[in-house]
């Protein structure tokens, strides 16, 4: 299978009418997008949705298929993807008029549990941020900077939490929770921008439940709300620019690893670069369903970047993905652990209930009748322990039971869950519309049913008796008449109070969250505590009354009963009292503490209204001073002081926000410095290999001059002799000599003279002693011919490695100088400030530097000079190497200037390479050497420094 990529358009927004846009792009049909002006450009998807689709159709088609595939046990991975304000939270998390794709999957996800009788889940859940290539837990704000880790089954975040989730309210709660900590803020096109991206992650463990087991199914889905890609035309300052930039440098990863994935090549795909691309790896690298939503707008002023998108989204349409079913061994498996703990629990129970009942001799049923009719109380404490044991096991089994879901259609037709208004606020919205949805699921809709359900089916009690029946006109107990009580009503009484207890615990923490609320609003909250106190206490008072009605029944059934029966009698009776109590005593301990907070809050309340009194009182009288003293002037004081109050509340917001932020950037900073040291090391690394080469450089140079001089030595002896030979030429030397000879009457010997200065004496020489001699000086030319051959031979081999030595000098300096221009752009990027003087030393750094790269450059493209003249050069200037001199002299250059900008710091951030000019708009270059200004990467159609082509020129921002 392929990914399954949709389209979702946005209306044209108001400011985008404002700005008198045009639609540029508009959808085609089902599966086209046609760009208006130009209609040959136009891309296929599976499914393009218009301006007027709703996010249920984009769900139905994008999300439903893989929602219900990782129900069985296939992991999912959904996500929106687009430029900033394109409709990327609109579609994943939606508002209360219109729920996104998380909620709808919840929702699906516990129907789904409720269609699949024979099935057990466990669900938990998982949410988190990557801000500025940071991972932040959302659901727990002391887990901050979390860390990929990688197993055999794929990466994971470490430390992460995760929460057992009961019913669609209790998952929304959590992610109503983490949204409170994601970092959004605004920028020019949206005024609540996502600055991280967010990974929802439902984890679902589900077993058929009886014979049919077959092994724990595990599966993940990932619902994913990415950052909009900002183009050069979002226009941020400080920590939005900074956002920005991780933002565009994840989503360019993303790009990346996408258009890799695509061309299908077993080639390396950096999946490292990025956070988002780490944690994604394997549900890009197809081990489950993928859905890519891209939203775009039709607005003709964002055109391009809804090109890119397009393009985007055209690339992933080619990645393949091999989904399969996930299995787990057991062991590993939670719902398994938690099952296997409920059979052992269940077991000690039966046997601690046997033990009861056996362990009991007649002797002591008479001793116990007798303290019964002497009062319950002392058989209480002999009862004590046991009954301790049993109730903590009780409260165990239930606790891990309510964890596991399963679905209630067939063990209890037709029940209707009841959800207590104030538990529903928990979810996204209060909205009618999104309430329906989740009423729809009304079975599984609150903890507290769905606690209720699974105890009825694991543990036999009868819960059906719904709480609200308790609060109706028929007051608890009012049904049963005084006196004897058959067991079954007796249970029923013991339901109604736990029901009644589960009622009480529940309002209690209302009143918590309402407590915790009251600083904010305290008027309004008051009355609704003081409302809920007295719930509290009237359910408390019903508690009592069925309790004295259970004792009482109790006793009149004691005096009634057999001894065996009334045995039993008291048994159950006491089991179920002291439960009651147990969990009575641990609520009034719960509730004495939050009363103790109220009161705690209460008294800082006070304070707070009396410190703003006060302040007011201040205020009032020092802008009563200033104004004259009207009625009027009264009412202008209150609102000042309103105003400063709320002037002083914002500040206050402000200070946290910016102490955060100096956090990070000291974190950052930190970072940075660690990775400044490792350029500087490399850095003199290079400067060590660069005085190497150029030691080696200065030998061969003075080789090469040597071999010169013996070879100019040998060219003149070469000379000398062709010389010689030419004047000594056979033909005409030797008849003149003969002639001469022949006309004196003598004749001549070759004088042994000769040999020492060549000199021969004609009239001596014969012919013979002619042919020899010439014989001799002829071997001996073709001799030193030879020899000169191989002098140059050599020459040749050591100019071409003076020649490399040269190459490689340069390539050192390259390097150097590409460290510099580096840790130049790091401290600038690092937030530095200009000189006072007006100069800017990172910004002078990079100049010196990228001209000398540049220069190196050009000197190294302009053809060579001869090798002698370099030699020549050498030895007229034998102080220092110039290259070493000058490296030498550029290294200390370089460090004044780092020390001076370290200290004066340097604000200068993105300077174009090229003209040095401080842009508007700057790109960043696929190989990430350099960013240029519009113009000057307009005009390089390659990298300045590594020659990497220049084929995309997307990601622009702000300089
Ligand atoms: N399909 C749609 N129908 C109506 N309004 C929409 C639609 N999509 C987006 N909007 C509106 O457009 C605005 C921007 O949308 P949203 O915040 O979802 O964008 P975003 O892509 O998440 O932006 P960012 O990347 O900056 O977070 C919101 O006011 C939203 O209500």
């Not at 999957?105 to 409720?114: E, G, L, Y």
């Not at 001793?367 to 002392?378: P, R, T």
Request: charged share 30%; proline share 3%.
């Amino acid at each position: 299978d392929s990914i399954s990529v949709t389209v979702r358009f946005r209306p044209l927004s108001d400011r985008e009418y404002q700005r008198g846009d045009e639609v540029a792009w508009y959808p085609d049909g089902d599966t086209l997008v046609r760009h208006e002006y130009n209609p040959l450009t136009a891309y296929a998807f599976d499914k393009v949705f218009g301006p007027q689709a709703t996010t249920i159709d984009v769900y139905d088609v994008a999300a439903r298929p893989v929602v219900k595939a990782a129900m069985e046990g296939v992991n999912g991975t959904v996500f929106a993807y687009g430029v900033t304000s394109s409709g990327k939270t609109h579609t994943m998390h939606g508002d209360q008029e219109s729920p996104g794709i998380i909620p709808l999957a919840i929702k699906d996800v516990f129907s789904i549990i409720q269609d699949t009788p024979g099935r057990e889940f466990l669900l938990r859940v998982s949410y988190l941020e990557i801000y500025n290539e940071v991972i932040n837990d959302l659901l727990d704000p002391t887990g901050q900077n979390l860390r990929v880790r990688e197993d055999s089954q794929g990466t994971y975040v470490e430390g992460i939490k995760e929460e057992v989730v009961l019913s669609p309210g209790h998952a929304l709660s959590f992610i109503a929770a983490g949204e409170e900590h994601r970092h959004v803020g605004s920028n020019n096109f949206n005024l609540l921008s996502s600055r991280s991206h967010t990974i929802f992650t439902l984890m679902v463990e589900s077993s058929a439940t009886g014979d049919e087991y077959d092994g724990v199914i595990f599966s993940q889905l990932n619902l994913i709300d990415l950052a909009g890609s900002e183009s050069s035309k979002t226009e941020t300052t400080g920590l939005r620019r900074k956002e920005g930039s991780y933002i565009n440098k994840s989503l360019l990863t993303l790009g990346t690893v996408i258009g890799k994935l695509s061309e299908g090549k077993a080639t390396h795909i950096p999946y490292r670069d990025s956070k988002l691309t780490r944690l994604l790896q394997s549900s890009l690298s197809g081990h489950g369903h993928v859905s890519l939503i891209c939203t775009i707008t039709p607005a003709s002023s964002s055109s391009e970047e809804t090109h890119n998108t397009l393009k985007f989204a055209s690339r992933a349409k080619s990645i393949e993905i091999y989904a399969s079913r996930n299995q787990i061994i057991d062991e590993k498996s939670l719902i398994k652990k938690y099952q296997r703990e409920i059979s052992t629990l269940k077991l000690e129970l039966d046997q601690l209930r046997r033990g009861m009942l056996v362990g009991v001799s007649h002797e002591e049923l008479m001793s116990l009748k007798q303290q019964l009719e002497e009062g319950q109380v002392k058989m209480q404490s002999r009862l004590e322990e046991e009954e301790e044991a049993k109730a903590a096991l009780m409260s165990r089994i239930q606790k891990l039971t309510k964890l596991i879901l399963v679905s209630t259609k067939n063990s209890i037709p037709g029940y209707s869950g009841d959800i207590p208004t104030h538990q529903r606020s928990l979810s996204a919205g209060k909205d009618d519309k999104f309430d329906s949805l989740l009423l729809e699921s009304d079975n599984l809709g609150s903890p507290s049913s769905t606690l209720a359900l699974l105890s009825e089916g694991s543990l036999g009690f009868n819960h059906r008796r719904s709480s609200s029946k308790l609060n109706d006109e028929n007051s608890p107990g009012a049904e049963f008449t005084q006196g004897v009580m058959t067991p079954d009503e007796i249970d029923l009484l013991v339901e109604q109070v736990k029901m009644l207890a589960g009622e009480i615990a529940f309002s209690t923490s209302t009143l918590k969250r309402l407590v915790d609320q009251s600083v904010n609003d305290p008027e309004n909250s008051q009355t609704q505590i003081q409302n809920l106190e007295r719930e509290i206490h009237e359910k408390q008072r019903q508690m009592r009354g069925l309790e004295q009605l259970i004792i009482e029944s109790g006793e009149a059934s004691i005096a009634n009963a057999s001894l065996v029966e009334m045995q039993q009698k008291v048994m159950s009776l006491m089991t179920q009292c002291n439960e009651k109590s147990f969990e009575l005593e641990i609520k009034s301990a719960d509730n004495c503490i939050l009363q103790e907070q109220l009161q705690e809050k209460c008294t800082e309340n006070k304070e707070l209204h009396e410190k703003v009194n006060l302040l007011e009182q201040r205020l009032n009288a020092v802008s009563s001073e200033k104004s004259s003293p009207s009625c009027s002037n009264k009412a202008v004081s209150g609102e000042y002081a309103d105003e400063l109050k709320k002037k002083i509340q914002s500040q206050e917001i402000e200070n946290e926000e910016l102490k955060l932020e100096h956090v990070q950037i000291v974190e950052e900073n930190s970072g940075l410095r660690v990775q400044n040291q490792k350029l500087a090391e490399e850095a003199s690394y290079a400067k060590e290999l660069a005085s190497a080469a150029a030691v080696e450089l200065k030998n061969l140079a003075s080789e090469v001059t040597k071999l010169s001089l013996q070879n100019t030595k040998l060219e003149k002896e070469l000379a000398a002799a062709r010389d010689l030979a030419q004047t000594r030429n056979p033909m005409n030397g030797v008849n003149r000599k003969y002639n001469d000879g022949a006309r004196s009457g003598r004749k001549g010997r070759i004088s042994s003279s000769r040999s020492s200065g060549d000199e021969f004496d004609a009239w001596n020489l014969d012919p013979e002693d002619l042919k020899m001699e010439l014989q001799v000086r002829k071997q001996r030319e073709v001799a030193l011919e030879s020899a000169l051959a191989e002098k140059e031979f050599i020459e040749d081999e050591y100019r071409k490695k003076a020649e490399e030595a040269k190459r490689r000098e340069e390539a050192l300096e390259n390097d150097l100088a590409n460290m510099w221009v580096l840790v130049a752009k790091l401290k600038k990027d690092n937030g530095a400030l200009p000189e006072p003087n007006g100069t800017d030393p990172g910004r002078e750094l990079e100049k010196s530097q990228s001209h000398a790269v540049l220069k190196e450059r050009q000197v190294s493209s302009a053809p060579r000079q001869p090798e002698v003249v370099v030699v020549a050069k050498t030895e007229e200037t034998p102080k220092e190497e110039p290259l070493v001199a000058r490296l030498k002299a550029r290294m200390q250059e370089m460090k004044e200037k780092e020390m001076k900008s370290q200290a004066n710091g340097d604000a200068n951030s993105h300077i174009c390479k090229v003209c040095f000019e401080s842009p508007t708009a700057a790109i960043l270059l696929p190989c990430r050497h350099f960013c240029l200004c519009k113009s000057c990467s307009l005009a390089c159609s390659e990298c300045p420094i590594c020659r990497t082509k220049i084929s995309d020129r997307l990601f622009a921002f702000p300089s």
